[in-house]
């Protein structure tokens, strides 16, 4: 192709593409993720009702993980608490916290709508209905590891979304309105279910707030073994097809229009989207704020595409909910989604007010 | 090469009938202006085109291929869209939407590389928007994002570029600055080029052929000059109206 302006238009001077400055590169900002993570995983393991040594911690993780031949020096105590009880619950928050933002993002550009988040669709509602049913009827079932609490969240959260798929097909709305009203209608016929569980739930209904409020206490390497599969293919899934979600956000028919299988990819998304989603409710809880607020703030930095999108929100939303783990235990076992809120919400107004990238809201 | 064969057109919306039966070729390296009232099944047409809606009956051949045989990616190798406006969800400089116009060459896992970089920066100097990069598409002028959506079509390096109503919400200086650029896509790039317009004097002025639907039905083809003859915009849009085809600048 020639370059050249064509006749007619007021001749602009060809100006080279300004680079982009080097904080905000995309492999910039993956490398201070990946540092936050590694702070999140050794501060995770090192503080809590008895602190580790962070040496100790360090040398725990390079002795027992990586096999560096390092000489013993901490008591077997500090290696049972930090391999058996702080492990397992740091990687399930990682695991967690970055499969919600990644199902956050998916949600957001599928539904090409900034204020969706990954419990819109139905989720969060058939996860908690689900678990509070299990609460009334505590039957004493359970598969790899998983309470039949955590088997009833996922199967709910599957459920609802299947529901909602099937139910928004049926509507005359356009193809997205009708699929978000849907979801609503549905979500607020779960939460009726919901609240009346919780009626009837007496002296348990503790154990149902707990499982709305998010908790990662009763997190397992069992657990960890089951969602991890789930959470990291899933994941690997939807950063896959991210050509597909950068189509979408300029609406179905242009999207057709630049070669995309249009119905086809958005099951394909928002059905490991939920996958991944059900996963983390399931044997977290409902972890709120991260899903929302993740993939905005990437966003910010490193603007809409998803391949650098995707993998970001994973890393950041990992980090900052092993952050907000920590930082929810250490007081003594408040609920998570407790903190990712209130450390979350000003963080986040703050970054709207002050930082200035030209990708903002 | 490319030429575009429509047999026999049909489309209907549940009873509502869009287009009746058309038969249209579109010979590579044409201009044309797809012309008509409101709800003549100008934006039917083309998305029919595109293979983007179901035909009733008919078929659309692409090089004497149907396109219900070819996968959309292939489609839109040759045939690139630009569509009336489009809502952006979230902040996206304008050399990224550009950049979407490469994702049917792109592969799944691997990024844009860096001859698609090079086809997205020509493709915005070459509509003009050199200027504009690094700013947030959102914040442009309607006109403005035109360009932009053009320049998404040009980086997708189609040979035929498909138009719906591209002058519509424009005004005087944008629209003849877009009109300018189709024709020079087309004279020095070779592209073929369809617009779909309400302004008959700009089709008249800036292309050879045109196309007038009425009620679903091409009820003239040819240069605009017949096909916009007083009594047939009488019939057609119903108002007494002579489109002047002399002068530097066409009025109706």
Redesign the interface.
Known sequence: ???????????????A??ATPRWRRPTTVAAVGLAALAVALVAGLAFGSVSIPLGDTVAILAHRLLGWPVAVTWPTSSETIVLELRLPRVLMAMLAGGGLAVAGATM??VL???LADPYVLGTASGAALGASLAVLVPLPLGLLGLGFGQLLAFVGAVVAVALVWRLSRASRLGSLTGLLLTGYAVGSLLAAGLSMAMVLSGAQLRQIVYFLLGSLATATWQQVAVAAPLIIAGVAVLA????AL??L???D??A??????VARERVILLAFAALVTAAAVATCGLIGFVGLVVPHMV?LVV???A?PLLPLAAIFGAAFLAFADLLARLPGELPVGIVTAVIGAPFFLLILRHVRT???? | MSDLRLVDVALSYGSRTALAGLDVTIASGERVAVLGPNGAGKSSLL?CM?G?LPLSRGQVLLDGVPLAEL???????R???V?QQ????????V??VV???R??H?R??H?PTAHDREIV??AI??V????F????ARELSLGERQLVLIAMAVA?QARLLLLDEPTVHLDLRHQ??VM??L???ND??GLTILAVLHDLALAAHYFPRALLLDGGRLVADGPPAQVLAPERVRTTFGVDAAVWMGGARPGV
């Open positions: 192709m020639r370059a050249g302006v064509a006749p007619g238009i007021p001749a602009l001077s060809a100006r593409r300004p957001q550009g090409r709508n900034p896959w097809r991210a050509r950068d189509a956000m300029l609406g028919e242009t057709a229009h630049l070669g995309l299988a966003r603007g809409p595409a391949r030209g990708y903002e809201l | 998305r595109t983007v996968g959309r990616e292939a489609i839109a190798r045939i690139a869209v569509p489009v809502d952006l969800p979230f902040a996206i400089r050399e990224e950049a979407l116009g994702i049917p792109e799944s896992f990024g920066d020509e100097h070459r003009g928007l050199d200027a990069v690094g700013r947030d997708q003849v600055q300018d650029l024709a020079d896509l020095r790039d």
